[in-house]
């Protein structure tokens, strides 16, 4: 008998500690490039950083009740690409790698966003890179090829959703085979859009706009919102787009909203392969999910939040040549890689090519922390004097280093790569991995999202518990 009343409460717990019945709100975060192990270095840093001890400071996400773990592999590749993976992840269906919603045979699939606004939820795409991005783009737009940045940008009014927010849009007026088209922006007022470029310009419109798409302020990048690391006071954060996401989607409805974040620039920061970067970046993306975890502390029985990755990028790992990480020196980095070129590229002009070693060194240690905050060996110290010497020294070897989303001084990348000794973090690319990604979930329908999964199965879970 109490061996049964023990089955029994095995099989009825589960439904007593999730909250059941269909998600009135769901938050679907997507961190691009984000792996199992850039989770883990994160919150060991945190520990090493903030506490000085060896042990973890859990970001909010990864207390969330179900964590779990999804395979990523795509039709072509077991390694994805963010246009295929976003597309499984926003249609439940496997694809080529480069596809934008559609199917191996090119032809458009009914996403997850699309799906939602059919069953009468707002429905709002979000990210911190630009909106006509792979990932972004899965959910809105059905095109062959994740390069058609305009055509992608051309889908998002037939789409007819609700609010968009990025950094902005990268080809405005250029199609993927033409020089010149009609500007893109145009196209959305027609279409009933309210354009508000920054937060404030935000707050000034929101209230009388019945679409809207949130972008950055003229004059600043629109490929993306700035890194964490390189932020300035009025830039556009992920955390102030959620804020407003809900703002938006919430007013003058009874039927709830659907809304995807993509903290995007994970990804770029793990192409870098820039560890410090990267760190912060996970944190952003956490500091957004704070936002949505204030809105369901408000409606716990009626909302979802689920958080998974495209794919790992990089391939990162803790530990190198020996037992031991020292992850505390990354708390010196006061700039991601692009930044610091930035600085060296600004020194460069301001002596006419005509740096010494000393002013190098001295630039390092302000924004690296190098010789002053954090020793550099002789093999460390080797790396960085052979680059500023190739750098400085043979106008020939003066190009810049590109990767996949940046192009850099080779002196930078050399830093950059010296920090990532320093703290014993070991990359094994600058490209993607076909490593597993995590699943974290919690609220209605979560108790869907145990037990280990395919990224296909994540959407088609959502759409359950919505309803839609």
């Not at 924004?367 to 905050?373: A, H, K, L, N, S």
Request: with cysteine.
């Amino acid at each position: 008998m109490k061996r049964t009343l023990y089955l029994l409460l095995f099989v009825l717990i589960p439904g007593i500690l999730f909250a059941q019945g269909k998600a009135k709100y769901v938050f679907y975060f997507i961190g691009d490039g984000m792996g199992v192990n850039q989770v883990n270095v994160t919150e060991m840093y945190r520990a090493d950083a903030e506490e000085n001890r060896i042990g973890i400071i859990p970001l909010q996400f990864t207390q969330f009740p179900v964590i779990n773990l999804a395979t990523t592999y795509c039709t072509t590749s077991p390694v994805t690409d963010s246009a295929a993976a976003g597309t499984a992840l926003a249609t439940g269906e496997k694809t080529y790698s480069g596809a934008i919603g559609v199917d191996v045979n090119k032809q458009p699939i009914v996403t997850i966003a699309e799906r939602a606004k059919k069953a009468g939820k707002r429905v709002g795409i979000t990210t911190s890179v630009s909106v006509d991005h792979a990932t972004p783009a899965a959910f809105y737009a059905h095109q062959p090829s994740r390069s058609m940045c305009y055509e992608i940008a051309t889908d998002l009014p037939k789409a007819n959703l609700d609010f968009y927010a990025g950094g902005g849009f990268v080809k405005p007026d250029k199609t993927y085979k033409k020089e010149d088209a009609p500007n893109i922006f145009p196209i959305f007022e027609e279409a009933g859009y309210t354009i508000a470029r920054g937060y404030k310009d935000f707050k000034a419109k929101s209230s009388s706009a019945k679409k809207m798409i949130l972008i950055q302020e003229e004059g600043k990048d629109p490929s993306s919102l700035p890194y964490a690391l390189d932020r300035k006071s009025d830039d556009l954060t992920l955390a102030q787009i959620t804020e407003s996401a809900i703002s938006f989607l919430t007013k003058d409805n009874k039927k709830g909203f659907f809304l995807m974040v993509e903290g995007g620039k994970i990804d770029w920061a793990c192409h870098d392969n820039d560890a410090a970067n990267a760190i912060h970046e996970v944190m952003d993306m956490d500091e957004a999910v704070k936002v949505a975890l204030e809105f369901y502390k408000k409606h716990p029985k009626e909302t979802l939040i689920v958080i998974s990755a495209d794919h790992e990028t990089g391939g990162i790992t803790l530990g190198k040549k020996s037992y031991y990480a020292n992850l505390k020196v990354l708390k010196h980095q006061k700039q991601s890689l692009g930044g610091l070129s930035g600085k060296i590229t600004e020194l460069r002009k301001q002596k006419n090519h005509k740096v010494t070693w000393e002013e190098i060194k001295s630039l390092l240690g302000e924004t690296m922390g190098f010789w002053t905050e954090t020793p550099v060996s002789w093999e460390n110290e080797k790396i960085l004097r052979d680059a500023f010497e190739a750098s400085f020294n043979d106008k020939a070897n003066q190009e810049m280093e590109k990767r996949e989303y940046s192009s850099s001084e080779p002196l930078a990348s050399a830093a950059i790569k010296v920090m990532s000794n320093i703290a014993y973090v070991g990359w094994s690319s600058g490209d993607h991995s076909g490593g597993y990604v995590p699943v974290y979930a919690i609220g209605a329908g979560s108790e869907l999202f145990m037990g280990k999964m395919d990224n296909t199965d994540i959407p088609k879970r959502i759409a359950k518990a919505g309803g839609f």
